[in-house]
Nanobody
């Protein structure tokens, strides 16, 4: 069974910085795309940033220039560096990964349990 576990959430002041981490474990042959999503109260879950196995990244317009996604394939981890967060970034952040369990296996999407990020002074 594959698990994704997030860490690093908490309270951060506007203009500060915070780094979220996500570790994948279990039966993993390869990890294709990895990403961070968020869901604020009363809103739908939305993509924040994603990164493919070749390093290509994609960001929501609201976080471009402030957030950076990067990955460490040796450690099976993905990170979200949040610089200059704003109150509007307050949400539960979820890690997401497209993982293959074997060479001939189809890729499956897995989700972490979420970590709360609150941006407030």
């Amino acid at each position: 069974q594959v698990q994704l576990v997030e860490s690093g959430g908490g309270l951060v002041q506007p203009g500060g910085s915070l780094r979220l981490s996500c570790t994948a474990s279990g039966r993993i042959f390869s990890i294709d795309e990895m990403g961070w999503y968020r869901q604020a109260p009363g809103k739908e879950r939305e993509l924040v940033a994603s990164i493919k196995s070749d390093g290509n990244t994609k960001y929501d317009d609201s976080v471009k220039g402030r957030f950076t996604i990067f990955r460490d394939d040796a450690k099976k981890m993905v990170y979200l560096q949040m610089n200059s967060p704003e109150p509007e970034d307050t949400a539960v952040y979820y890690c997401n990964a497209e993982i293959r369990g074997g060479f001939y296996s189809f890729a499956h999407i897995y989700w972490g349990q979420g970590t709360q990020v609150t941006v407030s002074s």
